[in-house]
């Protein structure tokens, strides 16, 4: 089935650098990244910033979140399973878990980009006082409703040359509409021109990335995040000198593209929509 000459909406850039959206306990900030303000459909990203000591108390939603440490080190409980989670490593939970975030350090602050199967989440708070069970750095045991992916455990590959990707949470790891990883960006590595049939949130959490989709042409760096619509063209590329690196999330289960022509990214040929096939 061919989408016709139905036009497909544009990219959002919302800045790493905008005004926080508020605060959700004392210590604790959250500042939206993609949602439904931006057109994002079944799909939200946030950071969530704890100064040090800081803690968010327990709370469920009714959707799958998964939460990866950008910064810092923190301690996430799950019904009273209380894991230390390092950079990089990430945390898929359930929907109708109660969870809870704090930051272990008493000096340095601690950042946490929360990926949700929602465009606009909710969080329902609970006062139920479970007993801890202190797991430290090990993972859930069979029968645990949340998975937890190791950075240090994750498989790597390579999706273009100069480029290493790591999936943290997917249909295959428990989650439900979402899927996301990680990807370090070479200097002058970049990915091809490629299309999703779901909507896709992308942060550069390291270094410079352009984004080209469709003709236009992006800067991002500091928490900067694009918001690609579904069967939108686009690709990133590192122009830099230095390393860059992204957290991505995709409003599906498990990871999916399709490769179209460059030309469709830098704008040298025109794209329309017309060009999906279904």
């Known amino acids: 089935m061919s989408n016709g000459n139905r036009a497909i909406p ?22 939206m990244f993609a949602s439904a303000d931006c057109g994002a459909k079944g799909l939200c990203t946030a950071m969530a910033t704890f100064a040090p000591g800081a803690a968010l108390p327990y709370h469920l939603h009714q959707f799958s979140e998964a939460v990866t ?20 490593d990430c945390i898929h939970i359930p929907k109708g878990v109660p969870h809870l975030a704090v930051n272990v350090s008493a000096t340095n602050p601690l950042k946490l ?4 199967a929602n465009a606009q989440p909710a ?3 609970t006062d139920i006082d479970y007993p801890v069970v202190n797991r430290g750095h090990d993972n859930p045991s069979p029968g645990d409703p949340e998975h ?4 240090s455990q994750a498989e ?4 273009a040359e100069g480029t290493q990707f790591y999936d943290l949470f997917a249909g295959r790891f428990g989650a439900v509409g979402i899927c996301g990883g990680y990807g370090l960006f070479a200097p002058g590595a970049s990915l091809p021109c490629h299309i999703h049939d779901f909507g896709e949130s992308i942060t550069i959490v390291s270094g410079e990335a352009v984004c080209q989709a469709a003709g236009n042409r992006h800067f991002l760096r500091n928490f900067d995040t694009a918001f690609i619509p579904q069967g ?11 390393g860059m690196a992204m957290i991505w999330v995709y409003a599906g289960s498990e990871p999916r593209r399709k490769l179209v022509e460059p030309g469709y990214c ?13």
């Open 10 to 31: 544009q990219e959002k850039i919302i800045r790493g650098a905008t005004k926080r959206w508020g605060d959700l306990a004392p210590g604790v900030s959250l500042q």
């Open 69 to 88: 440490v950008v910064e810092g080190n923190a301690s996430i409980k799950v019904e009273g399973r209380a894991y230390l989670l390092d950079r990089l």
């Open 113 to 116: 980009l929360s990926a949700f």
């Open 123 to 125: 969080r329902e708070v």
């Open 148 to 151: 937890i992916q190791r950075f």
């Open 156 to 159: 790597k590959y390579e999706l």
């Open 232 to 242: 939108r063209p686009h690709r990133f590329l590192n122009e830099a000198r230095a």
């Open 266 to 278: 830098n704008g040298v040929v025109e794209w329309d929509g017309s060009q999906i096939d279904e």
